[in-house]
């Protein structure tokens, strides 16, 4: 079984930056893709970013691109979400999840949740 659990959320002033941790336990970590998504209330879950098992292949969205990065430590089992220039926009729950491949839109394994309040 694998379990993710996040941590490093809160509230923070626009223009600011938080890192969101996800450590991650069970099966080899390298083995998973990392994503990071986000749902604000009454809005659609969003995937943010993802990246490969071996860290070297990332993807964002067009809404955080150039102000997040993803990042991963195989050794520590653990992914990270690094924000900055944040907006109040990017106010929601962010969850880390887990899945089988890459390119894959099937996230197997997800994360209790952080939530990120951006005050203007």
């Known amino acids: 079984q694998v379990q993710l659990v996040e941590s490093g959320g809160g509230p923070v002033q626009a223009g600011g930056s938080l890192r969101l941790s996800c450590a991650v336990s069970?099966?080899?970590?390298?083995?998973?893709?990392m994503g990071w998504f986000r749902q604000a209330p009454g809005k659609e879950r969003e995937l943010v970013a993802r990246?490969?098992?071996?860290?070297?292949?990332?993807s964002y969205a067009d809404s955080v691109k150039g102000r997040f990065t993803i990042s991963r430590e195989n050794a520590k089992n653990t992914v990270y979400l690094q924000m900055s220039s944040l907006k109040p926009e990017d106010t929601a729950v962010y969850y880390c999840?887990?899945?089988?491949?890459?390119?894959?839109?099937?996230?197997?394994?997800w994360g209790q949740g952080t939530q990120v309040t951006v005050s203007s």
């Open positions: 999840a887990a899945s089988q491949s890459f390119s894959s839109n099937m996230y197997n394994y």
């Open positions: 990246i490969s098992g071996s860290g070297y292949t990332t």
């Open positions: 069970g099966r080899t970590f390298s083995a998973y893709a």
